[in-house]
């Protein structure tokens, strides 16, 4: 926390504050947030609180917690539904595969020797 610009630390005290009000199942106001800001003795500027209880509306909160996060990687499968076809799709791309690969003969190795014929 000491690596915190005082922008970020009021952030955060402003995130939990809102995130404490939500779960005890009360109104996310700025008046609140700032109740709770003073009982644990954070002090944030004043535009915090307002925007956050703004923003912050309880439908927000629990879409932003069901979420695990904006970045990451991909996601997880698709849903379950009808395996049959992918099972036929997966054969169908086996025998592209199989149609692509091509004998590279020609005689030569990498290093312009016959083939067979190196010292390994």
Known sequence: MDKLSKAQKDEIATSLAALCLYDGGEA???????TILDATNNEVEAFYPVIFSNFLKPEKIASLISSPGAGGGGG??????????AAEEEKVEEEKVEEEEIDMGGGMDMFGGDEGGGDY
Request: net charge negative.
């Open 76 to 85: 997880g499968g698709g849903g379950g539904g009808d395996s049959g076809g």
């Open 28 to 34: 996310v106001t700025s008046a609140s947030i700032n």
